[in-house]
Nanobody, 121 residues
Framework: QVQLVESGGGLVQPGGSLRLSCAAS????????MGWYRQAPGKQRDLVAT???????NYADSVKGRFIASRDNAKNTVYLQMNSLKPEDTAVYYC???????????????WGPGTQVTVSS
C-alpha cells in the first residue's frame, strides 16, 4: 500500500505565501512524476505543477512566476512554494505521484486527500 499525505495549507492574505508538502510512504520502489492539482468549488480539478524524478518542472500558465515546485527524492516528498497568492488561488490542493510499488508490473497514480488553501483578507 502507498499513501500520500499533504500538509501546509491554511488561510493567507492576498500577496502572502504558503508552502505545501506532500510525503509518499509505503511499499515504494521508485517514483516517477510528482505533482499538484487544485480544485475550486464548482470547478474541475486542474493541473498546477509537476516535477519529474530528474527535477524538470511544468507549470500551469496561471501560476508561472509565482509558484515553485520541487522535490526531495530521498524523502519521497514534493513541495509547492506559493508566492504572491491571489484570491483566485483558493482551492483544495491535491498531491499526486506516479509510483512503482515493489514487485508491481507497472506504475500507478496515487492521490493525497487534499489540503485547503484559502486566500482572503
Amino acid at each position: 500500500q502507498v499513501q500520500l499525505v499533504e500538509s501546509g495549507g491554511g488561510l493567507v492574505q492576498p500577496g502572502g505565501s504558503l508552502r505545501l508538502s506532500c510525503a509518499a510512504s509505503g511499499n515504494i520502489f521508485s517514483i516517477n512524476t510528482m505533482g499538484w492539482y487544485r480544485q475550486a468549488p464548482g470547478k474541475q480539478r486542474d493541473l498546477v505543477a509537476t516535477v519529474t524524478s530528474g527535477g524538470t518542472t511544468n507549470y500551469a500558465d496561471s501560476v508561472k512566476g509565482r509558484f515553485i515546485a520541487s522535490r526531495d527524492n530521498a524523502k519521497n516528498t514534493v513541495y509547492l512554494q506559493m508566492n504572491s497568492l491571489k484570491p483566485e488561488d483558493t482551492a483544495v490542493y491535491y498531491c499526486t505521484a506516479n509510483i512503482w510499488e515493489r514487485l508491481a508490473t507497472r506504475p500507478y497514480d496515487y492521490w493525497g486527500p487534499g489540503t485547503q488553501v484559502t486566500v482572503s483578507s
